[in-house]
């Protein structure tokens, strides 16, 4: 289980270590090209909620894998995430859980 860090101000996004590699992927690309997105994931607190943060290309992003050597990428798994991600401006984390 690795983690997703974003702007230091919660504690970390605790995300599978092959779903954190294809979001590497996409959050990267999306930020690269200057483009910010929301993000939306489970609060994982005992009752149900949600967070949602305004991913930036100027905000510090520290993704931490657990396992070595990284995962396998699926190239169509990311191809689905940016299609999501683009066609309504959000990537959900949960959709990608497996």
Known sequence: MGSLEYNSSRPPI?????LLAHLKIVIATKLRRQ???MMTWPSGKKTPGRLSTWMHPAIPLVLEFDEEPPPSIDPARVGHMMERLNSRGELVLDEFTS
């Not at 605790?14 to 092959?18: K, M, P, Q, T």
């Open 14 to 18: 605790e995300v599978e270590d092959v």
């Open 35 to 37: 483009e910010s997105f």
